[in-house]
């Protein structure tokens, strides 16, 4: 009978966890520079396991737990990974696998598990069913081939930045918007729009060091990060992450500050993003947004994206230990 383990994984482990993330989907795959930066930098005050399954000393799966500070977790909800190498991919073993951290996150004080899986991936769906967890939300995810609507796309970019400086707003990089304070104006924004994406369970505020952190992660760089501003405010914000090693370019994330929703500033400065990317020879970018938020999923209609297979989150309430 096989012997599964599961080892406390350490930063060295961030390119061996890239790899069981990546052979557990392959149609997504993980960088593993993401990996060890995101490891090395984790989100402030947030309490994280994560373990390296072993079945008779051979890797097969990335596996752990996350939460933020229990203070700002009302519904002490606490997210659940599981990421098994498809090769070895079995329904008791997922099971297995997803006991295991629910013990552990619940001996921690989780109250309410969360976990995601793709929606084709059908033995995660059986186990998580199989152990009571039930569906919650859809993310949906779209893909846009950059080679067939390039050229479009550059030019609708050219007429919404034109049409943003009718209204006073100029469109440019982050690196071209020489404003004192440019990063504090942007995490305010963030907060603020933050607040609007639809989700079960309110999202613990970013703290400032962790925004300015995850902005100069390795896959954002200055240049391709575009600032809607209006007299030196930022009123709307796109950006596209850009693995340094594999993967595919995916939106980041946009916004518009609610005093200027209406105008078309988030698809024209998303615009930005996407003619930047068809120049760069980027043959194509990914995007994901919830099946509840109306006003993106209309924007990535309009703006050509195809539906792919999505993200189904499940839930499950539990007794802290």
Known sequence: MATLVCRPAKLEDAELASDMITASYPELPEDPVLKRYFWAHPRTEWRTERFIAELDGKPVALVGWTHGPWEQVPARNCYVEVYIDRARLGTDLAMSLIERMATGAQSDGAEVLETQVVEDEAEMIEALGRLGFERDRIEKVWELDLAKHGERLVAEGQAARAKAQGQGIDMLTLADWNEPD??????????????????????????????????????????????????????????????????????????????????????????????QAASLGIPSVLTDNDSENAPMLHINQTLGYDARPGFISFVKRVKSN
């Open 182 to 275: 440019s990063l504090r104006k942007l995490h305010a924004l963030a907060v603020l729009t933050r607040r609007d994406m639809p989700t079960s369970y309110p999202l613990p505020p970013q703290p400032y060091e962790s925004f300015v952190e995850r902005m100069n992660t390795p896959d954002r760089r200055t240049d391709r990060v575009w600032v809607a501003s209006d007299a030196g405010n930022p009123v709307a914000l796109s950006f596209l992450r850009f693995p340094p090693v594999r993967g595919h370019v995916w939106t980041g994330y946009t916004c518009t500050h609610p005093d200027y929703r209406g105008r078309g500033l988030a698809r024209g400065v998303k615009l930005q993003t996407l003619a």
